[in-house]
T-cell receptor
Framework: EDKVVQSPLSLVVHEGDTVTLNCSYE??????LLWYKQEKKAPTFLFML????IEKKSGRLSSILDKKELFSILNITATQTGDSAIYLC?????????????FGAGTILRVKS | DAGVIQSPRHEVTEMGQEVTLRCKPI?????LFWYRQTMMRGLELLIY????????DSGMPEDRFSAKMPNASFSTLKIQPSEPRDSAVYFC???????????FGPGTRLTVL
């Protein structure tokens, strides 16, 4: 069964700190890994990673994938209170028609001012 | 584009009542997904449709849950009869066939008393 495990489950940091969130996965036919940020409402898309070793960057957020070791990390530098959210990692699990996303439990990040 | 639209945004009902949640996917998307999110179980896929046809409903918890997609722009998730353990946030998401990225609606927060 396809599986996604995220760590830590929760994290409290101070503004300005750098955080690293982890996501490991097991999927029978890997195609990509996605990161989402969920605040009080719906998950919003951050990154899609398909190739090992290529960093994707968006402002203070960056992510990289290691397909050999089956994990990804999401880094947030110079954290701000607005970064407080649940960060979800997901992998598409191929079905006969399309994909269904298998989500990890998420990492709850709280950034204190 | 208005994004995925869900209604109602909040629903409070009594045990035993029928609940109907509604979703309008992004125009042109041919996959539609229903998810449930709780603190205990995280984000779970309930069912998904391709071109209005239900493809995988293995995540539907019980026969009390049913979903329909009568046309490309509308889907419903019905719970009859509802129970307190159905209390959760229900998300609808849509995607394009060639893309792994799913776009989430704002969710319906359901409380069953």
């Amino acid at each position: 069964e396809d599986k996604v495990v995220q760590s830590p489950l929760s994290l409290v940091v101070h503004e300005g700190d750098t955080v690293t969130l982890n996501c490991s996965y097991e999927v029978t036919n890997f195609r990509s890994l996605l990161w989402y940020k969920q605040e009080k409402k719906a998950p919003t898309f951050l990154f899609m990673l398909t190739s090992s070793g290529i960093e994707k960057k968006s402002g203070r957020l960056s992510s990289i994938l290691d397909k050999k070791e089956l994990f990804s990390i999401l880094n947030i530098t110079a954290t701000q209170t607005g970064d407080s959210a649940i960060y979800l990692c997901a992998v598409p699990s191929p079905m006969e028609y399309g994909n269904k996303l298998v989500f990890g439990a998420g990492t709850i990040l709280r950034v204190k001012s | 584009d208005a994004g995925v639209i869900q209604s109602p945004r909040h629903e409070v009902t009594e045990m035993g009542q029928e609940v109907t949640l509604r979703c309008k996917p992004i125009s042109g998307h041919d996959y539609l997904f229903w998810y449930r999110q709780t603190m205990m179980r995280g984000l779970e896929l309930l069912i998904y449709f391709n071109n209005n046809v239900p493809i995988d409903d293995s995540g539907m918890p019980e026969d009390r849950f049913s979903a329909k997609m009568p046309n490309a722009s509308f889907s419903t998730l019905k719970i009859q009869p509802s129970e307190p353990r159905d209390s959760a946030v229900y998300f609808c998401a849509s995607s394009l066939r060639q893309s792994n990225e799913q776009f989430f609606g704002p969710g319906t927060r359901l409380t069953v008393l």
